[in-house]
C-alpha cells in the first residue's frame, strides 16, 4: 500500500513539474498563479485523468487505430489538458495552437521522464541512507 502512495504521489509531483515545464518553455501554456489552489486541483485532476484515460485510449487505439499505439501517452495527456482546461476552477489556460500541441509534448515527456526518474533518486537515498546504517553496526 505506501508503495502504492508513493508511486501516486512520484505521478503528481511529476505531472506538476511537467505543468510547470510547459508554462516556462511556451507562451500559449499559462499556469494562473493567483489562482495557485486551481493549479493545484489542476494537477490532482490531471494525473487522476491520466491514470484513467491512458489504459482506455490504449485499447481504443488496439481496436480502431492500431498505428497509434506508439502516442498513447501523448493523446492521454492532451484529452487530460482540454478537461483540465475547460474545468470552471482556474488554474491553467491553453490560447494557442502551439500551446495545446507542444505543451501536450512536454507535459508527457516530463511527466514520463519524471515517472521514472523521481523515484530513483528518492529510492537512492533510502538506499544509501540504510546501507550507511548497516555500515555503522559492524
Not at 77 to 101: C, E, M, Q, Y
Amino acid at each position: 500500500m505506501i508503495t502504492f502512495l508513493f508511486r501516486g504521489l512520484m505521478y503528481v509531483v511529476s505531472a506538476g513539474l511537467g505543468l510547470i515545464a510547459a508554462d516556462l518553455l511556451l507562451d500559449g501554456f499559462q499556469i494562473q498563479w493567483d489562482k495557485w489552489w486551481g493549479f493545484v486541483v489542476c494537477v490532482l485532476i490531471f494525473a487522476i485523468l491520466q491514470t484513467v484515460l491512458s489504459p482506455w485510449v490504449s485499447k481504443v487505439a488496439d481496436r480502431y487505430a492500431p498505428v497509434l499505439m506508439g502516442g498513447i501517452g501523448i493523446v492521454s495527456t492532451l484529452i487530460s489538458l482540454v478537461v483540465v482546461v475547460l474545468l470552471p476552477i482556474g488554474g491553467l489556460r491553453i490560447t494557442d495552437l502551439t500551446g495545446w500541441l507542444l505543451g501536450a509534448v512536454i507535459v508527457w515527456l516530463i511527466t514520463a521522464l519524471g515517472s521514472v526518474l523521481l523515484p530513483l533518486l528518492f529510492l537512492r537515498k533510502r538506499v544509501d541512507a540504510a546501507k550507511g546504517r548497516r555500515g555503522s553496526e559492524r
